[in-house]
């Protein structure tokens, strides 16, 4: 869902980044104000609504608030910020499981915390918008993973083919704040909006065990590192000191001199080169080691397109192969990882104890994963993923159906693939690459 931005709130942020972009040495002194500006906060709680998310640790929900009263809410809000008695909460710890069988850890603030911190971004995004470097794609309006993958694309076509597929350990955990704090000052020298800042790094975690005990840490107060994953203003944050690497990539020479290229997404990135891939991997390990970031030397690897391949944000870029002339050439497509974990979520929606679901409930959150996924996944030669995505979701909605419907005999017969799509409505996604010129090749 995408909010039209208020015009008073529109002619801010213009302001502010017309201000930043001509004056490249400015910094900003009078900010803190414009945070707790009713129409800033108003918009804030609207973008916070629209993308939900469950409570923090106070438990409140956005129901709790609009029977409250949404404007008394803000107005006792306003209030805190304004008279600076305004703290934040401790931040609700859970866990995300990864493809890889591990898990991420994501911190939930609470409504309160996530308003302002949204009101912040509001204000701060537009200053530091004009001064990210064009190679950092991610959480900026107008960029997106695909043009990321589309950039490296290009650049494997125009010659650098020798990559450092390069891995962090636990970026967003790391950030040094002593540093992460010199950047942002560099831009904004209000005081008060810097306070919020620290105030929301060092927050403290909570989380509830097993047992319902809760257990609350200070890790990132003890030491004095990482910014809260999971709330609005981390990916300002993330950002923000990505860019010290990127733009010391450039000062130092690194990429004219080897003719080296980084795209990177929030904490993805690898490196095109021309032939200096072993150079770049030792010049990126040091710059890393001086921003007080660790790389993951278990995951990060130089690699030679087209002899090899390698991964970023879920594509496979490498070797492709022609549909129509056997062709050799240098693509993208859907990777093998990025599939099977697409067809582990076909395979829970369609379990057995969804049986007493109707079927046109799974098959509408079948079609809600195909085509979130298929927006993504839509450059290249897709058809092979489409294809094997396709047959999956028809192996386990029949089989599903067969549970349901207590059908003996071939489940084939009675749900034939026209039935599926046809009848049950079920996307096939092999029909869509009619439209993609570039999918059969």
Known sequence: MTLETPKGVEKLQTALHVKAKGSPGFRFYLLYDKVYRRDVLQFAYAVCSANGGASGVDGQTFDDIDEYGTGRWLDELAEELRSKTYEPQPVRRVWIPKANGGQ????????????????????????????????????????????????????LNSGHTEVVDADLSGYFDTIP???????????????????????????????????????????????????????????????????????????????QRLDAHIVNYADDFVICCRGTAGEAMTAMRR???????????????????????????????????????????????????????LCREISEITSRRWLLKDASDRVSLINRKLQGWANYFCLGPVSTAYRAVDEHARHRLRQWLRAKHKVKGRVEARYPDKRLHEELGLTQLALRTRTFSWANT
């Open 287 to 341: 710059m890393m080691s001086t921003l007080k970031l660790t790389v993951n030397e278990t995951k990060t690897r130089q690699c030679r397109v087209p002899e090899e391949s390698f991964d970023f944000l879920g594509y496979t870029i490498g070797r492709c192969y022609s549909r129509k002339t056997g062709r050799a050439y240098i693509g993208t497509r859907p990777s093998k990882s990025k599939v099977q974990s």
């Open 177 to 255: 704040h002593a540093e992460l704090m010199k950047s942002v000052a560099r831009r904004v020298s209000d005081k008060h909006l810097l306070h919020l800042l620290k105030m929301w790094l060092v927050a403290p975690t909570e989380e509830i065990d097993e047992r319902g005990h809760r257990h609350r840490t200070t890790r990132n107060k003890d030491e004095k590192r990482g910014t809260p994953q999971g709330s609005p203003i981390s990916p300002l944050l993330s950002n923000l000191y990505m860019r010290r690497f990127l733009l010391g990539w450039k000062v130092q020479g690194h990429e």
């Open 104 to 155: 991420r850890p994501l911190g939930i603030p609470t409504i309160r915390d996530r308003v302002v911190q949204t009101a912040a971004v509001l204000v701060l995004e537009p200053i530091f918008e004009a001064d990210l470097q064009p190679e950092q794609y991610a959480y900026r309006r107008g960029k997106s993973a695909l043009d990321a993958v589309r950039h490296v694309h290009k650049l």
